[in-house]
Structures are given as C-alpha cells and as structure tokens.
C-alpha cells in the first residue's frame, strides 16, 4: 500500500518516509536510492513494527520512529539497527504506551528531553538518557484531561501545549501545574487528531480535531 504517514527531510538529504503497513523507507534524494527497513520478529535490532505512525529527527539528528502498537524505534546509523522502546508492564520506567501518536523535544539551558505521547499516557526522558531508556510518565491522575495524547507544541515560556482526547492542555514542566481547555473554553470539540499541529514563526499554535481547528497565541490566553 501506498499510504505515507509521516515524512521528515534529515540535513544529509535523505528523505525518511514512515508508511502504513510496510514499514520505513529512506530515500537518498542526490543518489535516488531507497533502503527499506522491515519489521522482523526474530530480530530485536530491526524497527519494532510495520505500522509507522511518527517520524521526528532530534537536535543531534536521530531518526524516532513510532508506531501502532510496535513502541519506540531509534535508528542508529552507525550500525544500521534500531533501538526499540517497549512498553512493559513489569518495568515501570518503560515508555508507558505502545501506540505512538507524537514525538517532541524540549531544550532548557541544561539539558533536552524526548516527550512522547501514547494512547496510554504521556512519556518523557532526557535525550542523555536514551541509552538507558528509563522514563517518566504523567497520566490523568497527576493532571492530564486524558491518556490519549495527539500533540505536543512549546510556546514562548515554556509551556507545553498538548491536545488530547478530551481537550487541550497546558502543562508547566517546571512547576508541574496543569490547566485543561475543553469545548467550553472554545475548543472545536474535545477530541483532536494524531499529526494535526504546529506552531508558525509568530508563536500561534494550531490543532486540528475532528469538528475543525483551533488557533491560538498562548500569550494572549
């Protein structure tokens, strides 16, 4: 099949495609080649699945790859494998979700960290801590208005801007405070969709959800 569902262009010119059932495709733009990366159960070092739903290159320009119920790949270049990243129950600081909806980095002064949004909460490590795989997670009960994460956008202070399955939230990760938007705030329902968000170059932030879409200036909220 044919069907894209995310693309990203790395700065080697190498376009990286993730498709709905047949797993990542790079493609050398200069020599116009393609190499194809398939699931394969036997094999721990290949892409954790077939069903690719996010694709997002990092600061250091590493390629994460998400997926409808494979976790977390990261790809390392230098070997041609993959490192996955699995939810496991009995590992609490395992990634707390199998389905990947969005992949987004964060940089302070300090340091940079992945968050990942699942179907099953919301993930986060720092990049250093990539070879660990050790995460923390927030779930409904420490604030979100639901574990069903689509987006995630930073705005001018800091400010986490995460649109969800019920609403919009606006999370601290300093503070840890939460303020949650629903329909009644404004908002075209409370359900958004997965690859429906971006943030222009004046700071507006856009959602998309399944009655429309939403535009906003967190700095005049």
Avoid at 43 to 52: E, H, M, P
Wanted: include cysteine.
């Amino acid at each position: 099949m044919n069907y894209v569902n995310g693309l990203r262009i790395d700065k080697s010119m190498n376009m990286w495609l993730a498709t709905y059932d047949k797993g990542l495709t790079k493609y050398d733009i200069e020599k116009k080649q393609y190499t194809k990366f398939i699931s394969n159960p036997n094999d721990t070092t290949s892409i954790s699945g077939n069903y690719l739903l996010r694709i997002f290159l990092d600061s250091e320009e590493r390629v994460w790859i998400g997926s409808w119920g494979g976790g977390l790949s990261l790809y390392d270049s230098y070997n041609n494998k993959f490192r996955r990243f699995l939810h496991d129950p009995s590992l609490p600081e395992s990634i707390c979700g199998n389905i990947i909806h969005c992949i987004f980095e964060t940089k302070d002064s300090i340091s940079k960290t992945l968050w990942v949004g699942t179907s099953s909460g919301l993930s986060y490590m720092s990049i250093g801590d990539s070879i660990s795989g050790a995460f923390n997670h927030i779930f409904i009960k420490d604030g979100l208005p639901s574990n069903v994460i689509y987006g995630i956008l930073e705005d001018n202070s800091g400010n986490l801007w995460i649109s969800t399955n019920y609403g919009i939230c606006k999370f601290n990760p300093k503070t840890g405070i939460f303020k949650n938007y629903d329909y009644k705030d404004g908002l075209q329902s409370n359900e958004f969709n997965m690859n429906a968000y971006a943030r222009d170059r004046n700071g507006n932030l856009y959602f998309g959800g399944i009655n429309g879409l939403n535009i906003f200036n967190p700095a005049e909220i």
